[in-house]
T-cell receptor
Framework: KQEVTQIPAALSVPEGENLVLNCSFT??????LQWFRQDPGKGLTSLLL?????REQTSGRLNASLDKSSGRSTLYIAASQPGDSATYLC???????????FGSGTRLSIRP | DVKVTQSSRYLVKRTGEKVFLECVQD?????MFWYRQDPGLGLRLIYF???????EKGDIPEGYSVSREKKERFSLILESASTNQTSMYLC???????????????FGPGTRLTVL
């Protein structure tokens, strides 16, 4: 059964720290993995897409890595800011079953 | 920029009513998706479509139907709304057609539906 897990469910850090969010998935037969942020009561904003053949993607202060063999992806946020406070979700598009599974998210709070 | 819009941000309906949720995307994407998001259950796929008049069931299609008459528009229909369909509904679109490593999903702002 395909599953996607994000731990921890919540994280609070002081402003300026570098931090890592985790996403783990079962079954390495994936098309891609996508990271999103979601502000309260809003839709999802796409941050990064990592295709199955890629190891990492970068956008500004964000860097996402993918290790299919271990079933893990990390989202690294450098020099965190209060505006980074949001819920971060990962979604895996599985090729073995043609389906998309979302993790339950990590709620991130950056303290000024 | 990809833009996905949904017809309402907030909607309140009564049990038994027929409810239409509309989604429009302006980037000529082939694929469109409807999800619902509930606390503790996360996002779950209801239906998706990879072409006009094509639809595929997702994980929780019961109680819902969809319509895609035009490429840019994907409608979710609750034939007879029930209280357990109170939720946040999110629409998304992507390209290219079908499933591939290139599919990046773009989401609309969501519709918060309350069924009384």
């Amino acid at each position: 059964k395909q599953e996607v897990t994000q731990i921890p469910a919540a994280l609070s850090v002081p402003e300026g720290e570098n931090l890592v969010l985790n996403c783990s998935f079962t079954d390495s037969a994936i098309y891609n993995l996508q990271w999103f942020r979601q502000d309260p009561g809003k839709g999802l904003t796409s941050l990064l897409l990592i295709q199955s053949s890629q190891r990492e993607q970068t956008s500004g202060r964000l860097n996402a890595s993918l290790d299919k063999s271990s079933g893990r992806s990390t989202l690294y946020i450098a020099a965190s800011q209060p505006g980074d406070s949001a819920t971060y979700l990962c979604a895996v598009m599985y090729s073995s079953a043609s389906k998309i599974i979302f993790g339950s998210g990590t709620r991130l709070s950056i303290r000024p | 920029d990809v833009k996905v819009t949904q017809s309402s941000r907030y909607l309140v309906k009564r049990t038994g009513e027929k409810v239409f949720l509309e989604c429009v995307q302006d980037m000529d994407h082939e694929n469109m998706f409807w999800y619902r998001q509930d606390p503790g259950l996360g996002l779950r796929l209801i239906y998706f479509s990879y072409d006009v008049k094509m639809k595929e069931k997702g994980d929780i299609p019961e109680g819902y139907s969809v319509s895609r008459e035009k490429k840019e528009r994907f409608s979710l229909i609750l034939e007879s709304a029930s209280t357990n369909q109170t939720s946040m509904y999110l629409c998304a679109s992507s390209t290219p057609r079908g499933w591939s490593s290139y599919n990046e999903q773009f989401f609309g702002p969501g519709t918060r539906l309350t069924v009384l």
